[in-house]
């Protein structure tokens, strides 16, 4: 049974298609690469899945179970949450204060040693528990927003533009902790412009161009593509 399953989801800003018949699934404990240029429809297709939008048409299922048309907060409740493009960390509190946020639909008690779990995985964020989420660099803020999504222990994370800002080598440890995340038995969505580390960690990918699905395929299946190296890696 497939951890997430989308079937042909459609949805219109003002009467503009951004996305259209898009299909796409995740199995449990994979890692699966949605890729393609500004524009393509990859952030409206996650903010249909975590709940923040509505689909006008298709389906998603979760853990076999329907979730279209779920709001965001049941959503979360279901295994699901989102990593939004930009970080989003609420920058006037602490790194303890937002990783605490995050776990807001955990029992109270199970909070301090979810919290710890995050340090294990993030110790830079230990070290800074207590400096305010603003101060922090982008690359400590990114990993902060993937410490705060781990904290309602989801079963599947999706990563909108994790990278985006982000210079090489900090680049590169993201996608190390992206991996760390999924060997933890976390399914991972990863929404991306770099499609050569993306592809390199992917299990499965999909490329979307003008709302739609065009490609599907391993990792190293579309890192291989003749178009997908013209198109997106310009070669």
């Known amino acids: 049974m497939s951890a997430l399953e989308v079937t042909n989801l459609a949805f219109a ?7 259209r018949d898009v299909s796409i699934s995740v199995q449990p404990g994979e890692i699966v690469a949605l890729l393609g240029a500004n524009g393509a429809g990859k952030t409206t297709t996650v903010r249909m899945i975590a709940g923040v939008l509505s689909p006008q048409k298709g389906a998603i299922r979760f853990g076999g179970e329907a979730l279209t048309g779920t709001p965001s907060h049941r959503v979360v409740r279901r295994g699901i949450t989102l990593v939004p493009e930009g970080r989003l960390v609420f920058p006037q509190m602490t790194v303890m204060e937002n990783l605490q946020l995050g776990a807001h639909v955990k029992p109270r008690g199970e909070v301090a040693a979810l ?13 800074r528990r207590a ?14 927003a993937i410490a705060r999504g781990l904290m309602a222990e989801p079963k599947l994370i999706i990563l909108d533009e994790p990278s985006l800002g982000l210079m090489p080598m900090v680049t590169q440890e993201v996608f190390r902790l992206i991996e760390a995340v999924n060997k933890r038995g976390i399914s991972v969505l990863l929404v991306e412009q770099n499609l050569h580390q993306s592809l390199r960690i992917a299990h499965r ?10 490609l599907a395929g391993t990792g190293h299946e579309l890192l291989a593509n003749d178009y997908v ?3 997106f890696l310009g070669h």
């Open 115 to 127: 919290v710890e779990q995050a340090f294990a995985l993030f110790p830079r964020l230990a070290e």
């Open 13 to 19: 800003y003002d009467g503009a298609l951004a996305v």
């Open 131 to 144: 400096q305010l989420a603003g101060s922090m660099s982008g690359g400590e803020q990114q990993m902060l």
């Open 229 to 231: 190296r013209r198109a």
């Open 205 to 214: 990918g999909y490329v979307l161009e003008k709302g739609a699905v065009v």
